[in-house]
Antibody
Framework: EVQVVESGGGLVQPGGSLKLSCAASGFSFSGSAMHWVRQASGKGLEWVGR??????????TYAASVKGRFTISRDDSKNTTLLQMNGLKTEDAAVYYC??????????WGKGTTVTVSS | QSVLTQPPSLSAAPGQKVTISCSGGSSNIAIDYVSWYQHLPGTAPKLLIYENNKRPSGIPDRFSGSKSGTSATLGITGLQTGDEADYYCETWDSSLSAVVFGGGTKLTVL
């Protein structure tokens, strides 16, 4: 079964750091660009960023709202993508989803992991 | 403020048809494919339409997509109570070098 499972969410204070993981299985992970998308409570979906494959030099792209604070990386040997979040703000509180294109376009999504930013 | 503009909410009766609009610009919808997603709170978003008007395997033909210029539209016919959800359009924006989502449309079937 093709799936991605997010983990690592939790409570963090403003200004703190947190690292999310996305474990993939059932497909050729190393050839897939991996994306993170978030949804704050009461808000819409917001794209966070992506990391491309080795063939595309592991290039990363980020939303303006997180650029310089968040870093997306991947470990192809572990079929895992990571989202390192530094300098967290209250507005970063959200459910974070991992997603990628399997057949179509962003057609496989995880169930998400919740990040709470509060003092 | 989303780059792609959708109506915040729509409502229609069971069995009826509804269309959800997504308005963008020259750096996004005009030059790239549009996808549509259905999202129920607490669940993973679900791809309904890709490449403007194509349906993934398993998506019923009650769902359709179209694009013209800088706007795209999702159509849903034969509305069912199970279609109550939030719907999002999505595309790539070349000016932002980013994936962009519409603000979402909450569909109520009553």
């Amino acid at each position: 079964e093709v799936q991605v499972v997010e983990s690592g969410g939790g409570l963090v204070q403003p200004g703190g750091s947190l690292k999310l993981s996305c474990a993939a299985s059932g497909f050729s992970f190393s050839g897939s660009a991996m994306h993170w998308v978030r949804q704050a409570s009461g808000k819409g979906l917001e794209w966070v960023g992506r990391v491309r494959s080795k063939a595309n030099s592991y290039a990363t792209t980020y939303a303006a709202s997180v650029k310089g604070r968040f870093t997306i990386s991947r470990d192809d040997s572990k079929n895992t993508t990571l989202l390192q979040m530094n300098g967290l703000k209250t507005e970063d509180a959200a459910v974070y989803y991992c997603t990628f294109t399997y057949y179509y376009n962003l057609d496989v999504w995880g169930k998400g992991t919740t990040v709470t930013v509060s003092s | 403020q989303s780059v792609l503009t959708q109506p915040p909410s729509l409502s229609a009766a069971p069995g009826q048809k509804v269309t959800i609009s997504c308005s963008g610009g020259s750096s996004n919808i005009a030059i790239d494919y549009v996808s549509w997603y259905q999202h129920l709170p607490g669940t993973a978003p679900k791809l309904l339409i890709y490449e403007n008007n194509k349906r993934p395997s398993g998506i019923p033909d009650r769902f359709s997509g179209s694009k013209s210029g800088t706007s795209a539209t999702l159509g849903i016919t034969g509305l069912q109570t199970g279609d109550e959800a939030d719907y999002y359009c999505e595309t790539w924006d070349s000016s932002l070098s980013a994936v962009v989502f519409g603000g979402g449309t909450k569909l109520t079937v009553l």
